[in-house]
């Protein structure tokens, strides 16, 4: 059964940061990129960060320059550090591979950014 677990997520003022954190399968680190993905309400899941196994990084435009995605192999983890944060950033957050996720999806963390 695959398991992702997103933490890190809250509530934040514009220009605030958050660091986000992803558990995934040890397998997932081998096969393919990982990436970090955000649902706004009633938008479209989209892909924002990704990190391939070579650790080349690419960012959706709307993040670049903000955003940060890291991973840590020996612990099984993925981070998104969120700089420079703005109300448009506010979805909930998951991992999953990229660019081609997995149907297993995690519960996702909420990021709020709001005066």
């Known amino acids: 059964q695959v398991q992702l677990v997103e933490s890190g997520g809250g509530s934040v003022q514009p220009g605030g940061s958050l660091r986000l954190s992803c558990a995934a399968p040890?397998?997932?680190?081998?096969?393919?990129?990982l990436g970090w993905y955000r649902q706004a309400p009633g938008k479209q899941r989209e892909l924002v960060a990704s990190?391939?196994?070579?650790?080349?990084?690419n960012y959706a435009d709307s993040v670049k320059g903000r955003f940060t995605i890291s991973r840590d192999i020996a612990k099984n983890m993925v981070y998104l550090q969120m700089n420079s944060l703005k109300p448009e950033d506010t979805a909930v957050y998951f991992c999953?591979?990229?660019?081609?996720?997995?149907?297993?999806w995690g519960r996702g963390t909420q990021v709020t950014v709001s005066s």
């Open positions: 999953n591979l990229a660019p081609l996720p997995t149907a297993f």
């Open positions: 040890e397998t997932f680190f081998t096969i393919a990129a």
């Open positions: 990190i391939t196994s070579s650790d080349s990084l």
